[in-house]
Structures are given as structure tokens and as C-alpha cells.
């Protein structure tokens, strides 16, 4: 337990934005997720998030982990369902779905997670996800009314729920494979609702990264971090442009 991921976080936002590489153990074999991980660690990224959302098994989700733990970078589990928890890891972003329609997602899986976050010792990081646009497998099966693209300062008010309600990380979800990542407009937005509620939380954007423009562009919108995934099978070089171009501008 203890919080020595999330401080690190913070530690490491005051020097520069934060990259998180996600693997989804559905979709990645340990081997592969070793060859990412190490390619991810050369590209300077700061955490390896582990999860998906349909076919992961808490077998496979150790696998990765371990997998992952051969570099010095720190894992955190970001769990599609409770099958997605593995002691190996080192934090869990415990999820609060915010526009999901679902009761399930609404206390009901948090009760039944946090016992085991305990028992598996995680630092629990307690994260608000909001699905934006396209949403993805992840928007689909959580049951999510997604913020349309087309409505920033509809995803800027979720954000600021989520921080009210005492979130440390605000995760902004276009999905996996978006044809279009949340739009900087709505990052802007976001932080500035934040900082006029003088709310603290970090603020990263997920789903459909994929070129170093919009990893600026993210950037200058405020983004205190970004998530990819596809990228860095499809395209390594791409990657190593995305996470430099994020940290420098
Ligand atoms: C993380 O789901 C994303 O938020 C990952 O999306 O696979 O499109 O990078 P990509």
C-alpha cells in the first residue's frame, strides 16, 4: 500500500509531463511485452499500465507484469474488471467509471476490488475515467455515455467531478484504436475548471495517439500526461517522437 507511486508522480511532474505505456495482456505475449517495455523504458516512458477490457485473465495479467519487471520502470495495473488485478504490480488505478451508466461500476465493483488491492498489498491510486467519443471497447463494455468530441466543456465538467470527488488522476478516454484522441480543446478546458477550483489532480489523456502533432498539441493544452498503446507495435520511431515531443514543448 502506502503511496510511493502516486508521490513519484508527482515528483517526476514538477520535472517534465508524464508517458504511460498501456499493454493489454489480451492482445500481448509476454515476450512481446517484454520487447515493448524495453523499447517504451529507451524512449524515456515513466509507468507501464497493464489492463484491458474483454478476454484478460488474472494469469495473463501476472505474466505481463512479470514480463514488464525486468526494467526499472514501475507498473500499475488499470483494471478493465476484477480478473485484471495481479499482486506482482506495483499500484492499481482504482477506477471510478464517471459516465457510466452502470450501477455496477458505481460501488459495487470498487467493494468487491478493494479487498483484493489489500490482500494483493497494491498502492491504490484512485483514478476517475472519463470516456470521451468514440470509447472503444472500454466504452462499450462499461456501459459509458460517452462526452461527445464536439462538447469540451462537457468533458471539463466531468473532470471537475471527478476532482470534487476527490480523484488523484483524471484519466480522459477516447478508447483504444480512436479514429481521433480527445480533443486538446477539452484538456484545456479541463485544467482551467481545475485550477479555478484549485484542484490538484494530474490530468492524462488516453486513446488514439498516435503522431508527435497531437502529442504537442496535448501537450500545450496542458495534458500532465498521455497514454498510448497500438503505437509502439505499429510504429516504435513514432513512439520515441510522441514521448520526446511531449516531455520537451
Ligand atoms: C489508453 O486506450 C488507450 O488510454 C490506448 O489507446 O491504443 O489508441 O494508443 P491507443
Known amino acids: ?61 501476472d505474466a505481463i507484469v512479470e514480463a514488464v519487471k525486468k526494467f526499472d520502470v514501475p507498473v500499475i495495473i488499470f483494471p478493465g474488471a476484477l480478473n485484471n488485478v495481479s499482486s506482482k504490480a506495483d499500484a492499481a488505478f482504482f477506477l471510478n467509471i464517471i459516465n457510466s451508466d452502470d450501477p455496477y461500476y458505481h460501488g459495487i465493483a470498487q467493494v468487491q476490488g478493494s479487498l483484493i488491492v489489500l490482500r494483493h498489498g497494491l498502492e491504490p491510486i ?27 466543456e462537457l468533458v471539463a465538467a466531468h473532470s471537475l467531478a471527478c476532482a470534487m470527488m476527490g480523484s488523484k488522476v483524471i484519466y480522459l478516454e477516447a478508447g483504444s484504436g480512436a479514429p481521433r484522441p480527445v480533443p486538446p480543446e477539452a484538456v484545456l478546458l479541463s485544467k482551467e475548471f481545475l485550477k479555478a477550483a484549485e484542484m490538484e489532480a494530474l490530468l492524462i489523456v488516453g486513446g488514439g495517439i498516435r503522431s508527435a502533432e ?36
Request: hydrophobic fraction near 35%.
Open 1 to 61: 500500500m502506502g503511496q510511493r507511486i502516486w508521490r513519484s508522480m508527482l515528483e517526476k511532474r514538477k520535472g517534465s509531463r508524464l508517458h504511460f505505456t498501456l499493454i493489454d495482456p489480451d492482445k500481448t505475449e509476454p515476450w512481446e511485452a517484454e520487447k515493448i517495455a524495453r523499447t517504451a523504458y529507451e524512449y524515456g516512458t515513466d509507468y507501464v499500465l497493464v489492463g484491458g477490457s474483454l478476454g484478460v485473465s488474472p494469469q495473463a495479467t
Open 126 to 152: 484512485p483514478t476517475c475515467y472519463v470516456i470521451v467519443g468514440y470509447g472503444g471497447t472500454a466504452g462499450y463494455m462499461a456501459r459509458a455515455r460517452p462526452v461527445p468530441y464536439e462538447k469540451p
Open 214 to 249: 497531437i502529442a504537442r498539441d496535448l501537450a500545450l493544452a496542458g495534458a500532465d500526461g498521455i497514454v498510448t498503446g497500438t503505437i509502439v507495435e505499429q510504429n516504435p520511431e513514432a513512439l520515441r517522437e510522441i514521448v520526446k515531443t511531449f516531455k520537451e514543448v
